[in-house]
Each structure stands twice: as C-alpha cells, then as structure tokens.
C-alpha cells in the first residue's frame, strides 16, 4: 500500500501561481510514473501531467507552458507548478503513483484550486 497526501490547492485570482505537492509514503525511485489529474464539476477526470522513470513530461494541452511537473527524490514528492492559471483551471487535483504498468494506480484524495477573481 502507499499513501499520497495532497496540498497547496487554494484560491487564486486568473493569471496567478500555485504549486501543488504530493506526499507519498515510500520512495519515489521504484515508482514506474507518477501524474497529475483533473476534474472540474460535471466533466471527467482528465490527465494534466505525467513522469514516466527516466523519461520526459507529457502534459495537456491546455497546460503546456504554464504547468511543470517534476520528482523531489529527497522528500518523496510529487509536485505540480501552475503559473498563469486560468478561471477555466478550476478543478479538483489528484495525484496519481503507478508503481508498475499492470499494477492498479494509487490517487490521492484531491485538493481543490479555484481560479477567480
């Protein structure tokens, strides 16, 4: 079992900056990808961003340029960057570990960022 502990979400007005964390319980080393999802009232939970091991990031496109995921080894963390954030980035934000491609993903219980002025 590994447990993830969201944080960081909050209000912020349009055009501004929040950095998300992802707490996990165990090393990050082993971990086979570690993402960021999404889901906004009345829409389905949508992919932002994700890290493969040893690859780069993919990111949605309504969010290349403005979102940066990355990997704290040393604090077991996942993180999420969003600078220029948009009312329509309102959403609930889950991090997501996938241990191993045919092992089920681990999410964590989501935090909420609204954007609005």
């Known amino acids: 079992q590994v447990q993830l502990v969201e944080s960081g979400g909050g209000l912020v007005q349009p055009g501004g900056s929040l950095r998300l964390s992802c707490a996990a319980s165990?090393?990050?080393?082993?971990?086979?990808?570690v993402a960021w999802y999404r889901q906004a009232p009345g829409k389905q939970r949508e992919l932002v961003a994700s890290?493969?091991?040893?690859?780069?990031?993919d990111y949605a496109d309504s969010v290349k340029g403005r979102f940066t995921i990355s990997r704290d080894y040393a604090r077991n963390t996942v993180n999420l960057q969003m600078n220029s954030l948009k009312p329509q980035d309102t959403a609930v934000y889950y991090c997501?570990?996938?241990?191993?491609?045919?092992?089920?993903?681990?999410w964590g219980q989501g935090t909420q960022v609204t954007v609005s002025s």
């Open positions: 165990r090393s990050l080393f082993s971990i086979d990808t």
């Open positions: 890290m493969p091991r040893g690859s780069s990031a």
């Open positions: 997501q570990i996938r241990i191993a491609p045919n092992i089920d993903p681990y």
